[in-house]
């Protein structure tokens, strides 16, 4: 009796760890991050220092996005989840921060990161990890071609939105002394490359540059290069407290330039800082008017972001992470069985997205999902107006499509 008893207990220990052995495999088949009930994507970005408006925002459009499918049960049965750690718009912390979404937090995902060099030092850290790299609040090059299997890109490139300035301010006013300040980094000479590009194109050159560096407002300096050469136009290359900054300084020494930024100053936050000197400012945006409500995904983020908030602030950056929310979750509708990483990488390469007005299109070989660029003005009164051109005078409204304050939450239309 003993000795039968002896040989169950070794055949059930045997048994045990069989199943045990069975049973790790299958646990072992879920990807980081995808749990029973739950998906978890990692950010990292600016949410402090000059920039912080930005990584808000963009955290904030993400947020109300994850929040209006989890208020329905989640996707499939998972609910979706954001960790976002601030980088303050650096990159040794944004690869300090990548790693640690990466390898503490074990995220499925990383979405939403902000910056050219932030992106530039964190996207190889995800693509030796396997991770996807989904939505980056940047249009530099480097994440388009060549191509990466990794990366997902939502709005336009930098490129393209310096060639429709120069196209603008050649056609609409015809500008031809252009001048630019850009930040001396990644960022800035994308931005500085893009002009000479469009530039190039039509057999002329810039008649001065300034530079500034990251994280700081030192553009005086610049400033007075640049105010000597007489431009008609500035294209500023920046997030907004420097650009604010130049203009600022750049209006009290009586300049009467045209200014131009590029969508990643944040028009909400540098109409903010500028107050009523960014009346007729204007800024290139890859986002429709997030106070466009005949466009329906427009008035599902106003609604989406309403229930986080009771007095939201509407942007163009937020829309444009809520764009991103919604790509990946119909992205993750779209994969079958349990989620993995390159089933939702392949539910997104190939393929269309009607996000309701918003059309995403990924075509072969191309991880960019719109080319769409749009000019906007800022008026002194703290609206901004998506404008047709730039022949609108400052305090129009006659060009006006939409427009809305950087204040207010309600749609105004003209």
Known sequence: ???????????????????????????????????????????????????????????????????????????????LKLVSLDDGYDPDR?????????????????????????????????????????AAFTGAEFLRAPFKPNVVNVRASYFQETEAMVQHLIADRGVRRIAILYQDDAFGRAGLEGVQRALDKRSMRLVAEGTFERNTTAIKSPLLVIRASNPGAVILVGPYEPCAAFIKLARSLGMTSLFLNTSFVGAGALAHELGALGDGVFVTQVAPSPWDRSLSLVARYQ???????????????????????????????????????????????GQHFDLGGVRLDYAPGSNQGTDAVFMSMLHGDGRISVVQDLRVAPDSRRQAVISGSAKATKETQH
């Open 1 to 79: 009796m003993p000795k039968f008893r002896y040989v169950m207990a070794v055949t059930l220990s045997v048994m045990a760890a069989f199943l045990w052995g069975l049973a790790e495999p299958l646990a072992a088949r879920a990807e980081p991050g995808v749990g029973p009930d739950r998906i978890v994507f990692g950010q990292a970005a600016a949410l402090t220092g000059p920039a912080a408006s930005l990584g808000q925002d963009m955290r904030a459009g993400l947020l109300a996005a994850f929040g209006e499918v989890n208020r329905v049960g989640g996707v499939n049965g998972r609910k």
């Open 94 to 134: 944004s690869v300090q921060a990548t790693n640690k979404l990466i390898h503490d937090d074990k995220v499925f995902a990383l979405i939403g990161a902000v910056g050219t060099p932030t992106s530039l030092a964190s996207q190889p850290i995800a693509a030796e990890a396997g991770v996807p790299f989904i």
């Open 303 to 349: 609604g989406a972001l309403s229930a986080l908030a009771a007095n939201p602030e509407f942007s163009f950056v937020s829309l444009e992470g809520y764009i991103a929310g919604r790509l990946v979750i119909a992205a993750l509708e779209r994969t079958p069985g349990q989620p993995t990483r390159q089933k939702l990488l392949g539910a997104i390469f």
